[in-house]
């Protein structure tokens, strides 16, 4: 994998390892735990793994909040097991991204330690400290999760800024010694042989700092920070010395958890980009409002979705390249949030693969999205271990939704929907792991939704088999990499079919998705006889109108 964009031809798995597998028996995924289903992904046809943060940390927000860069977490096993996880990988040909969280550390960290105990040390200077005479915050934005971004330390008029929990100060990236350290440690990785990074909270390292009290947008009399914090100008120049020190001497893959607008994709992403690529928000995100609060979802339709999705793909490619996901750690179930809950099935399932894997760009595989997990319900608030989801909760409670309205609305998007256990088998604990007790609930619908049930019989797990197949090794393969993306939009088109081609010279692909629970009638331009595959057992024969089954997908072929 040394050729100069390997990773366009990648199939990325994300693992979050808490919830993977456990090899011993504590109730906590586990490095070896991974290293055991290497087989299994190896199988599966993906050849490059996301890992969710591993990093000594408090685990106050999932590992996002890293103690120790250098150091794997005791839990998730030692830093031995890490490196020979690397090399099995390397083994099957799999490479491994590491997930690089430089916006902000633990307040465990050492740097933040000295800093608290020390106003004067260097490591003050590490981080975003103001003084205020009257002992008010500097100002009133609103962190990510709810509530003031800035912390007093204790006995003190001194407070810290925190886009996210208060147990994770940003960092001051105006600090050269800091920035030093930070491509010290990225290289220390990048040496061990990982195949790159996905990066987290990267648009947020600079910061327009400004002090006194904004008009609030919420009723905490708080503000959405992001338009302080968000793809500041000047970010630029941190994220080219990052790139040309770091990935860029590794040829590492590099994918930007990054909402860029238009104007700055070409520099993020373009011939000599500061990434790879970029994760979208549009799509996944398309059932929160801008103020981030899930508990006023936003309801869409699948034309929005068409829209978002078509946008989001003829703007991409225009620029460079692109990443597609269906879902993270960040989401809920796929299924859950796209298809009503009564028409979940093996169709609607199969056809979002299908939506999704055809698109242009790396393909991200959320653990368990292949084979077709769901989301949990919980019983009580405290189930949820997700700080996100409690912050969520507090914010409905104090807009005056009851207990019970803030906890159904809040269980829906929660987090920790996509956090649970993996389903493995039939075994105790969907065999994740021999514990009493798990970190965190199996979801009991793993008697009908598990890897062991789905090798046997038609299945989604065989589809996306199937679909990673044809990307990584087929007739279609360069089409479905390399083919450029056109919507498919026929006259009189049904508002909930979504189709589209992918070109590449002469060989065309012309993907079809009944995206609703009854028939629809499709034109289909002529030319196309050979179906690449399809969610039901139906010959295609060359019928110029199609009548689509409810959640039908279909992609055919022509070279001509
Ligand atoms: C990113 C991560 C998310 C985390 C946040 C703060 O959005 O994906 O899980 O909570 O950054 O690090
Ligand atoms: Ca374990």
Redesign the pocket.
């Known amino acids: 994998m040394n050729k100069k964009d390997w990773w366009k031809e990648a199939v990325v798995y994300q693992i979050y390892p808490k919830s993977f597998q456990d090899s011993n028996g504590d109730g906590i995924g586990d490095l070896r735990g991974i290293i055991q289903r290497l087989d299994y992904l190896k199988n599966l046809g993906i050849n490059v793994i996301w890992l969710c943060p591993v990093y000594q940390s408090p685990m106050d ?2 590992g ?2 890293i103690s120790d860069y250098y150091h794997v977490h005791s839990m998730f096993g030692t830093d031995e097991d890490m490196d020979e996880l690397i090399r099995k990988a390397d083994e099957l040909g799999i490479k491994i991204l590491m997930d690089l ?1 430089v ?2 550390t633990s307040d465990e960290h050492k740097w933040f330690q000295e800093a608290l105990k020390n106003p004067d040390s260097k490591y003050a200077d590490y981080y975003i400290f103001r003084e205020t005479e009257d002992g008010n915050p500097p100002n009133n934005w609103r962190s ?1 999760f709810g509530g003031p971004a800035w912390t007093k330390v204790e006995g003190t008029n001194r407070f810290y800024l925190h886009e ?1 929990s208060e147990k ?1 100060p940003d960092l001051n990236w105006e600090n050269r010694e800091l920035r030093e350290e930070i491509y010290q440690m990225v290289n220390y990785w990048l040496d061990k042989g990982l195949g790159g990074f996905r990066i ?2 990267i648009c947020n390292i600079k910061k327009r700092l400004e002090f006194g009290t904004f008009q609030p947008d919420g009723e905490d009399g708080l503000r959405y920070i992001g338009d302080w914090v968000l793809n500041q100008p000047g970010i630029e120049v941190f994220l080219k010395e990052l790139n040309e020190r770091t990935f860029r001497l590794h040829n590492s893959m590099t994918v930007a ?1 990054a909402n860029v607008p238009e104007e700055l994709l070409n520099q993020f992403i373009g011939e000599e980009g500061f990434f790879s690529m970029v994760f979208d928000f549009s799509y996944a995100d398309i059932d929160v409002p801008d103020t981030g609060e899930w508990f006023r979802p936003r309801q869409f339709t699948i034309s929005e979705l068409r829209k978002n999705i078509f946008d989001s793909q003829k703007m991409v490619q225009e620029k460079g390249w692109g990443a597609v996901y269906l879902e ?3 989401q809920n179930r796929s299924v859950n949030k796209y298809l009503p809950e009564k028409e979940i099935n093996y169709y609607s399932k199969t056809m979002l693969a299908s939506l999704f894997l055809f698109l242009r760009g790396t393909p991200f595989i959320y653990q368990g999205q292949e084979i077709g997990m769901e989301n949990i319900r919980m019983d009580t608030i405290e189930d949820y271990d997700d ?2 989801t409690h912050g969520q909760y507090h914010r409905a409670l104090k807009a005056g939704l009851s207990e019970k309205e803030a906890f159904d609305i809040v269980a829906k998007r929660s ?1 920790d929907n996509s956090r649970t256990p993996m389903q493995w088998n039939l075994s105790k604990n969907a065999g994740f792991s021999n514990a009493e007790a798990t970190w965190m609930k199996v979801n009991p619908n793993f008697t009908k939704i598990n890897v062991t049930c789905q090798q046997k019989t038609d299945s989604v797990l065989r589809f996306y088999k199937k679909l990673i197949g044809l990307r990584q090794e087929s007739k279609y393969s360069s089409v479905m990499v390399n083919g450029a993306f056109l919507p498919y939009e026929a006259e009189d088109e049904d508002a909930s079919v979504i189709a589209y081609q992918r070109i590449l010279e002469k060989e065309r692909l012309l993907v079809i998705h009944n995206f609703q629970n009854c028939e629809s009638m499709i034109k289909i331009p002529e030319g196309y006889k050979e179906k690449a595959i399809g969610n039901y057992d139906r010959e295609y024969l060359g019928e110029t109108c199609y009548c689509l089954k409810p959640y039908e997908c279909m992609a055919l072929y022509k070279s001509q």
Do not use: C, K, L, S
Request: charge should be negative; avoid cysteine.
């Open positions: 927000d999932g996002y909040d969280v916006n902000h990510y996210f994770q987290d909270a958890e993270n750690h960040d700080i996100a987090r």
